[in-house]
């Protein structure tokens, strides 16, 4: 049973997502902050969020944080790759190919020829700024009034809007973003969905593997990874344990270079806690 000190945050955190984007229902929602230790414990602060499909259970490690819209960074490279597939700005995620334009950047992986696989393995900012550009001010906000994704505000410039400029996302609308990808029931055609859900990384947790984007706030074509011009990292995506899946959205504070590397070691504990993996 959960504590009554809790029920304020319960209906606040159930609120943020329609029982129409993650269930038939309602889902059974629940505050538990013993997850706000693995934050403490790696020496910064943040939020973890995830949606137990199967038992259709949200669970989050706050009423506050998790409701915080901040800059999706590079977890839109996401939305981008379905809207290049689905436009036909990118046909093939392993055969089209994005010349480097020679400029010299301080992430030597963006220093080269990508295709769309590649790209987003090495959080590309470049490319993703000219698939940007190819797709358009006028497509883009089309796709992300029809994805409900954030605020749906792309002020700020056709390559910067998710970088510097004013879309703004929290982490229940990461998950119900991500929850329509796993599905597939986006408004983009399947296939857009199928080769996204493809090209994300894969990482292995014991018998249970995690298909996720990172992004770091502070991180573009002009600055470095570098644990100070990283002012916040997110990580998004979800965990499959056999037949059971749980989606799931963190950030967190990015105080010195490790916590870069925190996202994941975070994320895998939290996933553990709530028994997702």
Not at 112 to 117: A, F, I, S, V
């Amino acid at each position: 049973m959960i504590h009554r000190r809790h029920a304020i945050g319960l209906l606040a955190a159930a609120a943020v997502i329609p029982s129409r984007v993650l269930a038939d229902t309602a889902p059974e929602s629940e505050v538990r902050k013993s997850l706000l230790k693995h934050f403490t414990d790696e020496g910064t602060a943040g939020t973890f969020a995830a949606f137990k499909t199967d038992d259709k259970k949200l669970i989050v490690s706050d009423g506050t944080r998790t409701r915080s819209a901040i800059l999706p960074a590079s977890t839109f490279k996401i939305p981008n790759s379905i809207i290049a597939l689905d436009t036909g700005v990118v046909a093939d995620p392993d055969k089209d190919v994005f010349k480097w334009d020679g400029v010299t950047r301080s992430i030597p992986e963006w220093n080269k020829d990508h295709t769309l696989r590649t790209a987003i393995a090495v959080s590309a900012v470049p490319v993703y700024q000219e698939i940007a550009r190819r797709i358009g001010a006028e497509r883009m906000q089309k796709y992300v009034d029809a994805f409900d994704y954030g605020n749906r505000n792309i002020g700020g410039g056709i390559d910067r809007f998710w970088l510097t400029g004013d879309l703004r996302i929290n982490p229940m609308q990461q998950i119900a973003f991500v929850d329509k990808l796993r599905r597939g029931v986006l408004p983009a055609l399947k296939r857009a969905q199928e080769l996204t859900r493809d090209i994300l990384t894969v990482t292995k947790a014991g018998d249970s593997i995690i298909r996720a984007k990172t992004g770091l706030i502070g991180v573009d074509d002009r600055t470095a990874i570098d644990g100070v011009k990283a002012s916040l990292g997110w990580l998004v995506g979800w965990a499959e344990k056999g037949g059971a899946q749980t989606v799931f959205a963190l950030n967190l504070d990015i105080r010195e270079p490790k916590h870069t590397a925190s996202r994941m070691t975070i994320a895998q504990q939290c996933l553990r806690d709530i028994g997702a993996i």
